[in-house]
Structure formats: structure tokens, C-alpha cells
């Protein structure tokens, strides 16, 4: 919605009439129509060659025009133009009526075929401006002062006007009209029309400049008090008021004009507190903030912003948009999912940063700019991995815990189910356990735990899953194995084991193993690894037994 002051009352163009400044006006027009007539008796008229010629020009080509009318251009040719008895007879009565002294007619080729001057038909026309001119259908006059001789040698009583007039038909040169005009009888005509023309001309400018000097003291002087007032508006000077002299338009003006002002006060400075309110929560934001304008020219960049992507903001501004993640395809992709999927993340800067960006369109679908929001999420990358790690990992010996064995298990099932490779299950007991427990306490227990869960972290790959599956037994997922393979491994671990000592104790383990066939379940494999495992502390523990599903 605009401004109060924007709506003008619609009655002020009527009231405007009943003002003093358009009575004034009339008044002063009136008396410039009395006053002008003697002031144009004194004006010296400028020299009047240039005007007399082009109006004998003008007259010179009406006779011409009417007179090519009586040609009949379709029953001649170029070469040879036929001049009519008629057509005589109309130069001649034109001469007459028009005080043309002498008349000519040429052909094409620029040959003489009629002149009201006897003896002159058949001369040849051979003057450059005849060839590069007339025959390129251009008009051609000059003034010969009764002084002066004309191109054919003639001397005339009076001034003259000489004039070629062109003879064209589609385009084409036929011939030219050579009229002498006397130029005293065109200078009266045009002293008349000029003196005429003069009176009203001069009245309408006295009236004209009396009428500004009423105007420049009347009007141009306030506007111009508003116009320095608007100019000094303009470089922010807005409590600059102008003088509301009297109860015209141009009154009204200047009061309108301090309303707009006064507005526009209060409106500039709401505009600074909105400003200054959004200067804070740019400048103090953590979130990095980046936007364009419609061109995609990049227009604000927080310092946060500067921070997160280790950029100048010269040197956003030159790169440009698309490339503030150093990635245009990825920026664009993550434009085109704004407001469908979840916040893109990436590694950038060494930082891990969540970034949502979209281009932002007005009701039109016009582009208004594009923007790119990004956070520092490492910190909480970070403890998310942490607690991912907590969440998988068995507090004590640092390995993983049962619960992610399962979902290992199941993962590692299901692919030597897809891609028929071979996996094994291996399941590992400390050998007489509880006696550590009761004899030497549970802390020597749990050391003892410890110590195997090392020795299993350096034996096995780094692709092995070494996990504690409850209290003290253990298991490992060994995927793409053979059982010969495994076997050899859990020999070699057992043989370490037992050549280890925990606190000056010896320790040993019993290992059951199992190995992935087609058809056998998860279960299946688990409880093989198990009987296994059952079937060596039968036999009086410290071995490695294998069973199939």
C-alpha cells in the first residue's frame, strides 16, 4: 500500500484553473497582442536568398509536376521526348500566370527540345551538375543577380531564380524542366507572407517571453527551491524543508513535498533499526550465510561464512555461487532437493558442514536470488560417532559387542547368500575361567579378558570381526575363508595363548569353528560353532574342534 502522501486530491487540477498564475497568463497574452505589432516594425528581417530560393524551388517543381502530367510517359522512350502542341501551350500559360521569364525542356540524354526563347533547340546540356544531379533525379537551383550572366552566357533585367526540375518514371530519367523565375515577383510574395507571418510570430514571442518572466518569478523559482530541496533529499539530507509560501499549485507543491519528506524521515529511520537488527543476527550468527541477487552475483557473505569455508568474500564473489563447496554439481543438487530431502553434509575445510541452499523465485516465477545456509556440525559428528562407537563396542576389552555381532553375522550371511563366497564362525572360551574369578578376584578376571582381546585385535585381519560375545567367550567373523584357513588361524591363536602369561598365570582357550554352506541359516552356523567348541572342553579343553552346519 503506498503512503498517504501519495494520494493527491483529485480536485486540485480543477482548483488549479481558478489560480492567479493561468489568470495572469491570459492577461498577459492579451496585452502581448497589442504590444508586439510595434516592436515588429523595428525587426530586421535576416537575409532571405536561401528562403526565396527554396520557395521558388518549390514553385519551380509544382509547374514541373503539373506540366510532366501532360506527358504521356508510356507512349514515349528515354531518347525520345516528345514535346505536344498542348503541352506548348501550357508552358506558355503558365509563364504567364507564374512571371516565369523563360522555360526549357531536355531530353535524357541532355539535349534541348523546347525553349519559349526561339533558336535555342538542340543544344546540348554538358554542365557537370546536369549529369550528377538532375539525372539523378535531384532538384538543382541558383540565384543569378541581373549582374550576372547565366551558364548559357544570357544576362536578365532582374534577379532570377534558375531551377532544373527531373522528369521521372519508375525510377527512371526521362529529362529535366529548366524554369526562370523572377525572382522581385517571388521576393514580394515572400516579403508578404514573411511580414505576416512576422506580426503573428513576434506577438505570440513577446507574449511567449513575457509570459516566462512571469512564470521564472513565479514558478521556476519556487520549483527550483523544491528541486534543490529534492537533490539535497536525495544525497540524505531529509530534514531539509522548503519555504510553504502562499495557497497555489505551487504552495500545495511545497507542502506536499514536506509531507513526502517527513515520511520518508520516519521511514528511513525505521528502515536503519530494521537494519541494524538484521546487521546483528548476520554478523553474530554461528551459521554461515551467503545469498545473490537475481543476476547470481553473490551480494552478502557473513563473517561466519568466511570462517566455515576459509574463503575472502572478494574471492566468493569471484569464483561465484556454484562454487563456494569448490563442487557446482553438488551445490546444484543440493538446490534442486531444497525442502524435499534432508540438509546435505559434507567434509569441507576440515569440517564437517551441513548446508542447505535453494534459489528463491517471486510470484512470477522470476529469479530473485539464490542463498546457502551452512553449519560446523563436526562437534557433533563427532560425539555421534562416539556414541555409535559406545553403542557397538564392549566397554571392557574394546572390542565389538554382541549386538553388532549379530548384525554383522546377518550382513555377511546375506552376502555369501548373494554372491556365493564363503565366510566362517568361530567361537572362543577361556579355559577354566571362573577359577580366575574366585582364586585371584575379578579384576584379575577381567585382565585376563583384556589380555585376550588384544592378542585377538593383533592376530586376526584388519577385514576379521573380533567381537566379545558374552562373559568369557568370544567370536570372530572371518568373511571370504576357507575352513582349512580358519583352522590354521585358531591354531596359531591358541598355541599364542598358551604361550602367554596374565600376571605370571597361565592361561589357555578352547576355539569351535564353522564355515558358511548354501542352505544353512544363521542359527545353523552359530549352533555348529558352538557344538564344536562343546566337543574340545570334552576332550579336556586347549584345542581347536570344526563342525559343519
Given at each position: 500500500m503506498m503512503p498517504h502522501w501519495f494520494h493527491v486530491d483529485h480536485q486540485l487540477g480543477d482548483r488549479m484553473l481558478r489560480y492567479k498564475f493561468l489568470r495572469y497568463s491570459f492577461f498577459l497574452s492579451l496585452i502581448g497582442t497589442l504590444l508586439v505589432p510595434l516592436y515588429t516594425l523595428f525587426i530586421a528581417f535576416p537575409n532571405l536568398t536561401h528562403l526565396l530560393l527554396f520557395q521558388a524551388e518549390q514553385t519551380s517543381a509544382r509547374i514541373a509536376t503539373h506540366l510532366r502530367h501532360q506527358i504521356s510517359m508510356d507512349a514515349v522512350n528515354r531518347d525520345n521526348l516528345l514535346v505536344s502542341p498542348l503541352l506548348k501551350e501550357e508552358i506558355i500559360q503558365l509563364s504567364e500566370d507564374f512571371g516565369i521569364l523563360k522555360s526549357r525542356l531536355y531530353d535524357s540524354r541532355?539535349?534541348?527540345?523546347?525553349?519559349?526563347?526561339?533558336?535555342?533547340?538542340?543544344?546540348?546540356?554538358?554542365?557537370?551538375?546536369?549529369?550528377?544531379q538532375v539525372a539523378k533525379g535531384r532538384n538543382y537551383s541558383e540565384v543569378v543577380s541581373k549582374e550576372e550572366s547565366t551558364r548559357e552566357g544570357e544576362h536578365f533585367a532582374s534577379d532570377v531564380v534558375e531551377t532544373y526540375i527531373p522528369i521521372m518514371y519508375q525510377n527512371q530519367f526521362y529529362g529535366a524542366f529548366e524554369i526562370y523565375l523572377d525572382l522581385p515577383r517571388e521576393k514580394a510574395a515572400m516579403d508578404r507572407m514573411v511580414l505576416e507571418g512576422g506580426v503573428i510570430v513576434s506577438t505570440l514571442s513577446l507574449a511567449l517571453v513575457l509570459l516566462i518572466l512571469y512564470v521564472r518569478h513565479s514558478v521556476?523559482?519556487?520549483?527550483?527551491?523544491?528541486?534543490?530541496?529534492?537533490?539535497?533529499?536525495i544525497l540524505g539530507d531529509l530534514d531539509h524543508r522548503v519555504p510553504e509560501v502562499g495557497r497555489d499549485e505551487i504552495g500545495d507543491l511545497a507542502r506536499v513535498f514536506n509531507q513526502m519528506c517527513q515520511q520518508l524521515q520516519h521511514a528511513h529511520v525505521s528502515l536503519e533499526q530494521e537494519r541494524d537488527k538484521l546487521n546483528t543476527i548476520l554478523l553474530g550468527a554461528q551459521e554461515g550465510i551467503?545469498?545473490?541477487?537475481?543476476?547470481?552475483?553473490?551480494?552478502l557473505v557473513n563473517p561466519a561464512a568466511e570462517t566455515l569455508l576459509g574463503k575472502t568474500?572478494?574471492?566468493?564473489?569471484k569464483e561465484g555461487f556454484l562454487r563456494l563447496l569448490d563442487d557446482p554439481e553438488f551445490l546444484v543438487a543440493t538446490m534442486e532437493r531444497a525442502g524435499i530431502d534432508t540438509p546435505s553434509t559434507l567434509v569441507f575445510n576440515q569440517k564437517v558442514l551441513c548446508i542447505q541452499a535453494a534459489s528463491i523465485h517471486n510470484a512470477r516465477g522470476g529469479l530473485i536470488g539464490s542463498v546457502a545456509l551452512l553449519r560446523d556440525i563436526t562437534a557433533e559428528?563427532?560425539?555421534?560417532?562416539?556414541?555409535?562407537?559406545?553403542?557397538?563396542?564392549?566397554?571392557l576389552t574394546g572390542l565389538l559387542n554382541r549386538r553388532r555381532m549379530d548384525e554383522l553375522l546377518l550382513n555377511e550371511w546375506n552376502r555369501a547368500k548373494r554372491y556365493t563366497i564363503g565366510f566362517s564362525f568361530m567361537l572362543i572360551d577361556v579355559d577354566h575361567f571362573k577359577r580366575f574369578n574366585d582364586d585371584h578376584g575379578h579384576d584379575q578376571g577381567d585382565r585376563v579378558l583384556v589380555a585376550l582381546a588384544k592378542l585377538m585385535q593383533g592376530h586376526f585381519r584388519t577385514v576379521d570381526y573380533c567381537c566379545r560375545y558374552g562373559g568369557e567367550e568370544f567370536?570372530?567373523?572371518?568373511?571370504?575363508?576357507?575352513?582349512?584357513?580358519?583352522?590354521?588361524?585358531?591354531?596359531?591363536?591358541?598355541?599364542k595363548m598358551a604361550s602367554l602369561e596374565v600376571d605370571g598365570l597361565k592361561v589357555t582357550i578352547s576355539v569351535g569353528l564353522s564355515h558358511y554352506v548354501p542352505e544353512c541359516t544363521v542359527g545353523q552356523l552359530v549352533k555348529a560353532a558352538d557344538k564344536a567348541l562343546y566337543r574340545v572342553k570334552e576332550n579336556g579343553r586347549n584345542g581347536v574342534a570344526f563342525q559343519e552346519p
Open positions: 541532355g539535349q534541348m527540345i523546347f525553349s519559349t526563347t526561339s533558336g535555342e533547340i538542340g543544344r546540348q546540356n554538358d554542365e557537370e551538375f546536369f549529369v550528377t521556476v523559482t519556487p520549483v527550483a527551491r523544491i528541486s534543490q530541496a529534492m537533490n539535497r533529499m551467503v545469498s545473490t541477487d537475481g543476476s547470481g552475483t553473490i551480494v568474500r572478494d574471492q566468493m564473489v559428528k563427532q560425539l555421534e560417532d562416539k556414541l555409535r562407537s559406545l553403542s557397538y563396542t564392549d566397554a567370536a570372530v567373523i572371518l568373511p571370504n575363508t576357507k575352513a582349512e584357513q580358519v583352522l590354521e588361524a585358531a591354531e596359531r591363536l591358541r598355541q
